[in-house]
């Protein structure tokens, strides 16, 4: 038998390497941009075209490359940032594996621009799929241009499952403010089809987040600054009153790399306990350094799992410090008793004096007064029965007249008077043997008077054929509420009305194009914005219905369920909008419901096409079976 074991060629092994590298075009900007800070670039500009789709070039000021370099650089583990294993254990720098461009020219037409300093011509470098098309020395600036064209020409499936533009865009957006978030001491801006998205100027940090984020996040920021042996952790963390539902800012970075680190996120969540209302986020913006030598980057070609060495001691330094932080700045309730103006009480020592030497004053009393007497004198202790101590001899009969006539003669007459109850008491039968279901019950009052009923102000109970039918009723209002406003979308009713003081909303440029593409459904749901420049917006119309709701708040967060969901159908977008605008109309639990409300609510849920269930799958009610029932008393 022939060997049938053979090495992949090179072009195979890296269009390999780039399915886990290079998943889209905001994989290329990461990639593209860390290479730039890693050879010391003070400037970075980034442009894309149609999302990425059909160019991207990233050109900055760093050191540049050599001819050979530039070549060299697009071979597979091909890097200057280490040379043996233990450099693993000793990395400052944000690339390391040497598989970034040669992934990136596997699966895109590259061409690449560079010039090292004091050199009087750089190199012009032609790649695609792999293959050097051409090299020459060109005249150019400083530092690097990298030109990316027709990414996954070669791989059209990768392709064909792109998203739509305005998704890969925000993707792009996402890594693009990570990286500027972790490096405000270069300039950094950023472009798409020729408009400017970012302009990031050389800053301090707190700036460059008001840069990314917008000036009004600057009042909810709290700053965090801990030195330890172990961990040095630096930043800004929210205050518990600018908790939101969605789009809170979280972000964690080590040594300069973002990360996702659930496990340190639980020790802010636990640190924010009983501060933010269930179900909130906290932003935050924390920034850790460690010894290199106590991490692990290699964990995946992203890079944004790390391991720590001393995880467990570094949880409990971050959850310490945020808890010191909140306290500091009164971010925590406390009870505080106004005493000012107050005069001070002196202790009293039980020897007379108080606690400024001062003499306690003494009291004196007749054992003999009796306020009760008629003429003043003390009555003798006998005359305390109630046969001699009578309301006659005091003086007290004009209180007490008409009170027998009112109470009775009988001092049984005291009992309650339950004639105010929503039944009249019948008499009760005469004989001790007469049955008990001759007596009304209260039930039977109470069921006589209703059909649904209300348990802790969060289920709808209503008897049916078949058992208890048990109605969680803010998911019941979802559903209806989601169907009302799904249909007003679908036909275009336009049930907007006019806010008297317009609300003013502002979104990052992340967030922007996503509110852009949900506009005409925003517009068929009754909501009117108008742009302001900048990122702002002028809330001038609302649905009509949600009065008493934030404006601002129902907008942001469904500009975030847009982002978290990628939706690029019209249905879809839709969808979702409806949903989670029915999530914040909905009555929330505990609120109390009157019996023609509760009619009302089942009667409407009854009559969509779906009443078991909420768009998103939750179950709205329960019929508890008779049988079941009859089992549970029939011990």
């Known amino acids: 038998m022939s060997d049938i074991i053979r090495l992949l060629p090179d072009s195979v092994a890296n269009q390999i390497a780039a399915g886990e590298v290079i998943q889209r075009p905001a994989s290329v900007?990461?990639?593209?941009?860390?290479?730039?800070?890693?050879?010391?670039?003070?400037?970075?500009d980034v442009s894309v075209t149609d999302a990425g789709k059909t160019c991207i070039q990233v050109i900055d000021d760093g050191k540049g490359m050599s001819e050979t370099d530039a070549r060299l650089a697009f071979e597979r583990h091909a890097t200057s940032k280490i040379r043996e294993a233990a450099d693993l254990f000793a990395l400052h720098t944000m690339g390391f594996r040497g598989e970034a461009l040669a992934s990136i020219a596997a699966v895109a037409q590259v061409e690449l621009r560079t010039c090292q300093e004091g050199d009087q011509l750089g190199t012009a470098?032609?790649?695609?799929?792999?293959?050097?098309?051409?090299?020459?020395?060109?005249?150019?600036?400083?530092?690097?241009?990298?030109?990316?064209?027709?990414?996954?020409?070669?791989?059209?499936?990768?392709?064909?499952?792109?998203?739509?533009?305005?998704?890969?865009?925000?993707?792009?957006?996402?890594?693009?403010?990570?990286?500027?978030?972790?490096?405000?001491?270069?300039?950094?801006?950023?472009?798409?089809?020729?408009?400017?998205?970012?302009?990031?100027p050389a800053l301090s940090l707190r700036q460059r987040i008001m840069g990314?984020?917008?000036?009004?996040?600057?009042?909810?920021?709290?700053?965090?600054?801990?030195?330890?042996?172990?961990?040095?952790?630096?930043?800004?963390?929210?205050?518990?009153?600018?908790?939101?539902?969605?789009?809170?800012?979280?972000?964690?970075?080590?040594?300069?790399?973002?990360?996702?680190?659930?496990?340190?996120?639980?020790?802010?969540?636990?640190?924010?306990?009983?501060?933010?209302?269930?179900?909130?986020?906290?932003?935050?913006?924390?920034?850790?350094?460690?010894?290199?030598?106590?991490?692990?980057?290699?964990?995946h070609p992203t890079k944004t799992e790390i391991k720590f060495e001393n995880e467990q001691a570094i949880w409990q330094i971050l959850s310490a410090a945020v808890k010191e932080t909140l306290g500091r700045f009164n971010a925590v309730p406390s009870i505080d008793f106004d005493t000012e103006g107050m005069p001070d009480i002196p202790a009293y020592d039980g020897g007379g004096r108080g606690e400024s030497g001062s003499t306690v004053p003494s009291t004196s009393f007749d054992p003999s007064y009796n306020p009760f007497a008629s003429s003043g004198a003390a009555l003798p202790p006998s005359s305390y029965s109630s046969s001699r101590y009578s309301r006659s001899g005091m003086g007290w009969e004009p209180f007490y007249q008409g009170l027998e006539a009112s109470s009775g003669s009988s001092s049984d007459s005291a009992e309650p008077d339950f004639s105010a109850?929503?039944?009249?008491?019948?008499?009760?039968?005469?004989?001790?043997?007469?049955?008990?279901?001759?007596?009304?019950?209260?039930?039977?009052?109470?069921?006589?008077?209703?059909?649904?009923?209300?348990?802790?102000?969060?289920?709808?109970?209503?008897?049916?054929k078949s058992g208890l039918m048990i109605i969680d009723q803010q998911r019941a209002h979802i559903n209806i509420l989601y169907n009302q406003y799904l249909n007003q979308m679908e036909n275009r009713r336009n049930a907007s009305q006019r806010m008297l003081f317009p609300d003013m909303v502002h979104f990052s440029p992340a967030e922007v194009p996503v509110l852009e593409s949900i506009?005409?459904?925003?517009?068929?749901?009754?909501?009117?914005?108008?742009?302001?420049?900048?990122?702002?917006?002028?809330?001038?119309?609302?649905?009509?219905?949600?009065?008493?709701?934030?404006?601002?708040?129902?907008?942001?967060?469904?500009?975030?369920?847009?982002?978290?969901?990628?939706?690029?159908?019209?249905?879809?977008?839709?969808?979702?909008?409806?949903?989670?605008?029915?999530?914040?109309?909905?009555?929330?639990?505990?609120?109390?419901?009157?019996?023609?409300?509760?009619n009302d609510l089942v009667d409407r849920l009854f009559e969509l096409p779906t009443p078991n269930y909420t768009p998103d799958g939750k179950l709205v009610l329960s019929v508890v079976k008779e049988e079941e029932l009859e089992k549970r008393f029939n011990n």
């Not at 900007?29 to 970075?44: P, S, W």
């Not at 004989?431 to 009923?453: C, D, G, I, R, Y």
């Open 29 to 44: 900007v990461k990639e593209l941009v860390e290479n730039a800070i890693d050879a010391g670039a003070t400037r970075i």
């Open 519 to 598: 506009l005409p459904d925003l517009s068929a749901l009754g909501f009117d914005l108008s742009p302001l420049g900048g990122g702002s917006y002028a809330i001038n119309g609302i649905p009509a219905g949600i009065e008493g709701l934030s404006p601002e708040a129902l907008v942001m967060g469904m500009v975030q369920t847009a982002i978290e969901k990628g939706c690029k159908v019209k249905e879809e977008v839709q969808g979702l909008l409806a949903l989670s605008l029915a999530r914040q109309a909905a009555i929330v639990p505990g609120q109390v419901l009157t019996n023609e409300e509760m």
């Open 421 to 464: 109850l929503a039944f009249e008491e019948e008499e009760a039968p005469s004989s001790p043997s007469a049955p008990l279901s001759e007596a009304p019950s209260v039930t039977s009052v109470v069921q006589s008077a209703a059909q649904h009923f209300q348990y802790k102000g969060s289920y709808i109970l209503t008897s049916v």
């Open 212 to 299: 990314v984020f917008g000036k009004k996040l600057n009042q909810d920021l709290l700053t965090l600054d801990i030195d330890t042996s172990m961990v040095k952790i630096h930043g800004f963390i929210g205050k518990p009153e600018a908790a939101r539902k969605k789009g809170a800012r979280q972000f964690f970075f080590v040594n300069g790399r973002f990360m996702r680190h659930p496990y340190f996120h639980r020790a802010l969540a636990d640190a924010y306990e009983h501060l933010i209302p269930v179900g909130e986020q906290m932003s935050y913006f924390l920034y850790l350094e460690v010894d290199p030598a106590h991490l692990d980057v290699n964990i």
């Open 125 to 200: 470098l032609v790649i695609a799929g792999s293959k050097i098309e051409n090299q020459e020395a060109v005249a150019c600036p400083k530092g690097s241009n990298f030109c990316v064209k027709n990414l996954f020409f070669n791989v059209p499936a990768r392709r064909k499952f792109l998203k739509s533009n305005q998704t890969e865009l925000s993707n792009i957006l996402v890594e693009f403010e990570r990286i500027a978030l972790v490096n405000p001491t270069i300039t950094f801006t950023l472009r798409h089809n020729d408009t400017e998205l970012f302009h990031l």
